[in-house]
């Protein structure tokens, strides 16, 4: 158990950084054009969440039902700019898995900073490697993690 | 004891923080942009991403604030806030150290039934719920900041000492929950010295510095909740009997003193809200966004509903079963109460992964403003016209995924030192499960 007791961090964290490096496995369907017809109005996207598999090319139609939205794709970095009966157009290949936040690049009002959605790529790698890391670290303070009193007990 | 290395053995640490005009000119210096964004708020654009109240304050502050202050100080933030300061120099008749005089207070103790955090724990609820009006409109936030210092002005003058920062900032008990968690920690060296010193200089004054301002006496202190940092007891004590220590993480959390009702229920309230911030402001849903902006209507009324009972109700409720699950050999509230504490550090990490969300969005807006602080056409920085886009890109679920993986060992770590400590080696399992569903609510609403 002393040897144990030594490694245990080491052990400890050459597993966490396996975890990170564990692929997650995608979909495998056929690469596809996905087009999205997205409204955006005072503070939402509708629809919020669009699902596309890796490899798929996406086509986002923004349109918008009161003032000046923008459509910013986190990780993709591209944008459309849509005013009330000016539609604007995007068209990018969704080669990365993960969820990507989708946010109102144009500020239109109180909430403007919050107004988002999502674009989820195949399954978010980080939503499983977040989970798996986090059971590994409640594991680890169960089982191997000496606890750390105030009163200095172990 | 557990580690300890005292910083104050470098003697330029020690005239950092003995001597009174560093913490003066930093906390003078905040008043004054404090004040501006008061003035910025009511002045300048309504526009909350091109004003200064709501950039310095809400996205710039913030961000320095749960991500580096609080994990890595503690309390530091209380020692250089302005908030109470226009109250202190009119309590202490003084604008800068004890000059032999009184000031304009009443001078009257705080009364004993209200010493808890019980009206802090609410005063942040309130402000949770109207938080979506406050973080958006910058005359709203300007009437809020301006209210705080009335109010902490108004019971400098009726009561004695930092009465606000201590019962009724509802920042105060946000930060003194998690500064439990933090590697600094004010203490006292040796505890004879203390015991037989009569003159208790560091809770009365003397000339070289005030009693308390919290109401600490250091020798009762156990943990960082109840010390503002603000070094008056280095000043005042003779006998150079205080430590600044550097400590190992979350130190104050498991031990057997210390731990009160109110403060673990503060643990349940702002694992609730940040949650529901999480829900409100980075996720995609729009009708609940405008259920927590429309103040007043039924969809608000709802958004109070869920985030009131979510705080003060379903997280502690569910968290009192387990308590029960876990067989306590001591009394249900006393069990409640001790584990709770366990919560902190992912409360802690919750908040860090929220706010890193929210500040990587909206720090692109620090730059323009600091440019043009009104929202009126101005350039003096050369940086008005920068382009807005998001920052940590491709690490951000990579930096959250991390700090809400380390906060669930945390919790599950102390709360193995608290079962060990109250001979309850059980009480490790129903946090565990807990942690684990409220790591498993957070991941989803931040990479889900």
């Not at chain 2, 209200?114 to 958006?136: D, E, K, M, P």
């Not at chain 2, 001790?338 to 969300?357: E, K, Q, R, T």
């Amino acid at each position: 158990m002393r040897n144990f007791g030594e490694w245990r961090w080491g052990i400890g964290l050459v597993v966490a950084v396996l975890v990170l490096g564990l692929p997650v496995p995608q979909p495998q369907a056929k690469p596809q054009e996905r087009v999205f017809r997205v409204t955006a109005r005072q503070f939402a996207f509708e629809p919020p969440v669009l699902q596309v598999n890796p490899g798929d090319r996406v086509v986002i139609e923004l349109r918008s039902s009161d003032v000046v939205h923008g459509l910013y794709v986190e990780g993709y970095d591209v944008e459309a700019v849509a005013e009330p009966g000016q539609p604007d157009r995007i068209v990018f290949v969704a080669d990365r898995p993960g969820t990507y936040r989708l946010r109102c690049s144009v500020t239109c009002g109180d909430l403007h900073p919050f107004m988002g959605g999502k674009l989820r790529v195949g399954r978010n790698p980080w939503l499983w490697k977040g989970a798996a890391l986090a059971l590994w670290g409640v594991t680890l303070a169960l089982f191997a993690a000496r606890p750390r009193t105030r009163e200095g007990g172990r | 004891m557990t580690a300890r290395f005292d910083v104050l053995r470098y003697p330029w640490v020690r005239r950092l923080v003995v001597s009174r005009w560093p913490q003066y000119l930093v906390r003078v210096t905040l008043l004054a942009l404090f004040l501006l964004a008061v003035l910025v708020g009511w002045l300048g654009t309504p526009v909350g991403n091109r004003n200064f109240a709501i950039v310095g304050v809400w996205i710039a502050w913030w961000a320095v604030l749960i991500l580096v202050a609080v994990p890595f100080l503690g309390r530091a933030w209380c020692s250089v806030c302005p908030l109470p300061l226009p109250g202190e120099w009119l309590q202490q008749g003084s604008l800068l150290g004890p000059r032999g005089r009184g000031g304009w207070s009443l001078g009257r103790r705080w009364p004993r039934r209200w010493r808890h955090i019980w009206l802090q724990n609410a005063g942040f609820t309130v402000l949770a719920l109207f938080s979506a009006v406050i973080l958006t409109r910058p005359g709203v936030t300007a009437w809020v900041l301006l209210g705080l210092v009335l109010l902490a002005v108004g019971v400098s003058l009726v009561y004695e000492r930092r009465a606000f920062c201590r019962y009724l900032c509802p920042v105060g008990g946000f930060i003194g929950l998690y500064a439990q968690a933090a590697p600094l920690e004010l203490r006292v060296k040796d505890p004879a010295v203390c015991a037989a010193h009569t003159e208790k200089a560091c809770y009365t004054g003397n000339e070289q510095g005030f009693g308390c301002p919290w109401g600490t006496f250091p020798l009762g202190m156990v943990r960082n909740d109840v010390c503002g940092l603000c070094f008056e007891c280095l000043r005042t004590c003779t006998y150079d009997n205080l430590a600044l220590n550097i400590r190992p993480l979350g130190a104050d959390l498991a031990q057997r003193r210390g731990a009160k009702l109110d403060e673990a229920f503060k643990a349940f309230i702002l694992l609730g809200s940040a949650l529901t911030y999480a829900a409100v402001f980075l996720g995609p849903w729009g009708a609940l966004k405008d259920a927590a902006y429309d103040v007043g209507a039924p969809s608000w009324w709802g958004y109070a509903a869920l985030l009131v009972g979510l705080s003060w109700v379903i997280l502690p409720g569910l968290f009192s079963l387990g308590v029960w699950a876990g067989r306590p050999r001591l009394s249900w509230r006393r069990a409640f109460t001790v584990l709770a504490y366990a919560l902190v550090p992912l409360g802690l990490a919750m908040w860090a992964a929220f706010s890193l969300a929210f500040v990587a969005a909206s720090v692109a807006y620090v730059l323009p403003v600091l440019s043009d602080p009104f929202g009126w056409g101005w350039d003096l920085l050369g940086t008005a016209g920068w382009a807005w886009r998001p920052v940590l890109d491709g690490w951000l679920p990579l930096l959250q995924a991390g700090l809400l993986a380390l906060g669930a060992f945390w919790s599950v770590r102390t709360a193995r030192g608290i079962g060990a400590i109250w001979g309850w080696p059980r009480a490790v399992y129903p946090v565990a499960g807990y942690v684990a569903l409220m790591t498993g609510g957070m991941l989803w609403l931040l990479l889900g």
